[in-house]
């Protein structure tokens, strides 16, 4: 299996730009997970999909953040615009097993914003 | 908001010797994980153990729960250099599929 497949590994961008991440689950996974991981604040939640349907996006920072799974196989993490503050290592995870929420994560997308 | 918190923050323990880490959490859970983050790397799952048990072991993993003091802690033993990485306890709550984590522990195992 490939795994949780995340792009880009590495992203730099200046101030203002538009950001998207890309996340490709684990076939057959119905639950799909975007975290955020800093030194500060650690790894938080910012959204998560069951069978495609955005089920909490209390964790989203702001309006500028924007999450979308139009299928099964594919789900998108848009910031628009991006500031220097967005920087952090974005993961993807995804999950089988909806009661027991064992994870498998993606590499990251780790992002800087100039 | 953190749920699991870790301790020690840091562990520098040299190989062969065992290496043991505690989780605590403020609200009743379904569920208890830990994860381990290699450095540039995605978290993996590691072992998980449930509300109604006390004690769980894998490999050289052996993970306990203490629902009435809500704490867990996780020992690796007879640690090895490649054991070096960072370690995640999360709790699973609720109905749904949320995880929360901790800030981690960083773990060097000296060779």
């Known amino acids: 299996d490939a795994g949780v497949i995340q792009s880009p590994r590495h992203e730099v961008t200046e101030m203002g730009q538009e950001v998207t991440l890309r996340c490709k689950p684990i076939s057959g996974h119905n639950s799909l997970f975007w975290y955020r991981q800093t030194m500060m604040r650690g790894l938080e939640l910012l959204i998560y999909?069951?069978?495609?349907?955005?089920?909490?996006d209390s964790g989203m920072p702001e309006d500028r953040f924007s999450a979308k799974m139009p299928n099964a196989s594919f789900s998108t993490l848009k910031i628009q615009p991006s500031e220097p503050r967005d920087s952090a290592v974005y993961f993807c995870?995804?999950?089988?097993?909806?009661?027991?929420?064992?994870?498998?994560f993606g590499e990251g997308s780790r992002l800087t914003v100039l | 908001s953190q749920q699991g918190e870790e301790d020690p923050q840091a562990l520098s323990i040299q190989e062969g010797e065992n290496a043991t880490m505690n989780c605590s959490y403020k609200?009743?859970?379904?569920?208890l994980q830990w994860y381990r983050q290699n450095s540039g790397r995605g978290l993996v799952h590691l072992i998980l153990?449930?509300?109604?048990?006390r004690e769980k072991h894998s490999g050289r993993l052996r993970v306990t729960l203490d629902t009435s003091k809500k704490s867990s802690s996780l020992l690796i033993t007879a640690s090895r250099a490649a054991d070096t990485a960072s370690y995640f306890c999360a709790t699973h709550t609720g109905a749904n599929s949320k995880l929360t984590f901790g800030k981690g522990i960083t773990l060097s195992v000296r060779p």
């Open positions: 999909f069951n069978n495609n349907v955005p089920i909490d």
């Open positions: 609200t009743s859970i379904n569920n």
């Open positions: 995870a995804s999950s089988l097993r909806q009661a027991t929420g064992e994870l498998f």
């Open positions: 153990i449930r509300s109604n048990e």
